[in-house]
């Protein structure tokens, strides 16, 4: 059974640091690609982050630029979003998913259930 599951959400003040990770198993992911998506209350579903796991390679999301980084770990099988100097805009539930293509928008092949990020002004 595939599986993400995200940790690592919390609240923080503006400014301030969080890493989210996302614990993948069920299945060998290396030729997959793996995506960090957002949804703020009442708004959609948008594309944060997104690394290729077999080259490392990172896709970012303009409002996150410079602030984030996605990273992954092959011997942990885990993907990290490293997020700098968080914004009140930032807070949203962070959903880590993946699929066989390069994807900034769904359709993904799996998803995880989410995590809330809250940042206070």
């Known amino acids: 059974q595939v599986q993400l599951v995200e940790s690592g959400g919390g609240l923080v003040q503006a400014g301030d640091s969080l890493r989210l990770s996302c614990a993948a198993s069920?299945?060998?992911?290396?030729?997959?690609?793996m995506d960090w998506f957002r949804q703020a209350p009442g708004k959609e579903r948008e594309f944060v982050a997104a690394?290729?796991?077999?080259?490392?390679?990172?896709y970012y999301a303009d409002t996150v630029k410079g602030r984030f980084t996605i990273s992954r770990d092959n011997a942990k099988n885990t993907v990290y979003l490293q997020m700098n100097s968080l914004k009140p805009e930032d807070t949203a539930v962070y959903y880590c998913?993946?699929?066989?293509?390069?994807?900034?928008?769904?359709?993904?092949?799996?998803w995880g259930q989410g995590t809330q990020v809250t940042v206070s002004s």
């Open positions: 998913a993946a699929s066989r293509l390069l994807r900034f928008t769904a359709p993904m092949d799996y």
């Open positions: 069920g299945r060998t992911f290396s030729s997959y690609v």
């Open positions: 690394i290729r796991w077999s080259s490392g390679s990172a």
